[in-house]
């Protein structure tokens, strides 16, 4: 089933929210499938965790029509906050609180009982691994570790929609891989995320659609292989065996820069099927033999430079 043919567990419509004369957001669109991972991206600053706080009932939008899950934010709030969960930039474990003692009181806040909170909290223990650590304060967590309570603090509840607003920041590459695959288990098994990050690898691997966001307003939207062919830099990079092959070929394919050290030509492509059919059948047509190509496309850094003036957070810290 496509993404475009789920119902949809976020669907907002000019989404506006001002502090005085300062636009935070300037009537975004928003429309998140269920059972996806929907990824919000742009810069410090452009309104991310501002349409987290709205979308989850912390704030008032001071204009725009939203449901989430069916309901509508401001008529049904309390039938919202029921459907989902919330993982914020800043971890809310009680350091005091061991891990089965957090995910206890989780419980207990939602009134599921002592038999049931007893089962839920070991079943998440199990899940994210925290068994071993379980009877020990959360303040000796390692940052992966407290990362993983914290989503699991958000699951006890089991909610339908999570909102998890930049969950990864600070953590090592193998804590965020590992909190990536958790993100992945809860979408197959239904949940419906909706991400806000800085880091576009993440955004590559982990969502079915991305929006990003600048100064309030959306200025793009799509999967991440869509949102890369809308920027230039895109080329196929031909190898020939030797001099005479390309010559040939650059005869055949025209100003195509040529590397006769490398035997190579650069040919500019959106890096799609067909234009890559279309560059060998040329090739074929004139008898020319390529030893190995390779595709080149722009990455998700190009396309958030491009679309919005600014390096990722990864390229600024690097």
Do not use: C
Request: charged share 25%; glycine share 10%; no cysteine.
């Amino acid at each position: 089933m496509t993404t475009t043919s789920r119902r949809p567990a976020i669907a907002a419509t000019g989404l506006r929210k001002t502090y005085g004369e300062h636009v935070v957001l300037d009537g975004i669109d928003l429309h998140v499938a269920e059972g996806t991972v929907f990824a919000l991206l742009g810069p410090n600053g452009a309104g991310k965790t501002t349409t987290v706080h709205i979308l989850s009932t912390l704030i008032r939008a001071d204009a725009g029509d939203v449901r989430v899950l069916g309901h509508d934010l401001t008529r049904e709030p309390d039938r919202v906050r029921a459907g989902i969960g919330v993982t914020g930039q800043f971890s809310a474990v009680d350091g005091l609180l061991t891990g089965a003692e957090n995910l206890k009181l989780m419980a207990d806040l939602l009134h599921l009982g002592r038999a049931a909170g007893r089962r839920r909290t070991a079943d998440l223990l199990e899940r994210f691994d925290l068994v071993d650590a379980a009877g020990k304060p959360a303040a000796t967590y390692s940052g992966g570790m407290r990362r993983r309570l914290d989503l699991a603090m958000t699951l006890v509840g089991e909610p339908r929609l999570i909102f998890l607003d930049e969950p990864t920041t600070g953590l090592d590459p193998r804590s965020r891989r590992a909190m990536w695959q958790i993100i992945r288990d809860l979408v197959a098994g239904g949940v419906t995320i909706f991400l806000t990050t800085q880091y576009l690898e993440e955004a590559d691997q982990l969502a079915d659609r991305i929006a990003v966001l600048d100064h309030g307003r959306l200025v793009a939207e799509g999967t991440a292989e869509e949102l890369k062919r809308r920027v230039p830099g895109g080329h196929i990079r031909l190898r020939f065996a030797d001099g005479d092959a390309l010559a040939l070929a650059s005869r055949v394919l025209g100003d195509a820069p040529r590397d006769e050290e490398a035997l190579t030509l650069r040919v500019p492509s959106d890096g799609g099927v067909r234009s890559l059919r279309a560059l060998l059948d040329r090739l074929d047509d004139a008898a020319v033999e390529v030893e190995s190509l390779s595709v080149h496309t722009p990455d998700l850094d190009d396309v958030f430079l491009t679309l919005t003036g600014h390096p990722t957070q990864e390229k600024v810290s690097a």
